[in-house]
């Protein structure tokens, strides 16, 4: 596996954890996530899989509903 597949996957472990904790400690499911990001769960599960497909706003989006620190969005970005 190359170094940016690694980077990828990285990425894409952190996301699925930290929307896995939110969901748990928030209560809320995957649907409701969707809604308050402003995209149908559809779309959410395609950029859950592929985190490369997240735009710039719609992580930022995520970082704020998910209460994220400057480390995970750096993270999420970079």
């Not at 597949?5 to 472990?13: N, P």
């Not at 952190?14 to 995209?39: C, D, H, R, S, V």
């Not at 706003?57 to 999420?76: M, Q």
Request: charged share 30%; aromatic share 8%; net charge positive.
């Amino acid at each position: 596996m190359s170094a940016t597949e690694l980077k990828k996957e990285k990425k894409t472990r952190l996301i699925n954890a930290k929307i896995a904790y939110f969901l748990e400690w928030e209560g809320y499911t995957k649907a409701e996530l969707a809604t308050k990001l402003g995209m149908s769960l559809a779309s959410l599960y395609a950029k859950i899989k592929d985190i490369d497909k997240f735009t710039y706003p719609e992580i930022c989006r995520l970082c704020s509903v998910l209460d994220l620190g400057d480390a995970d969005k750096l993270a999420l970005i970079a």
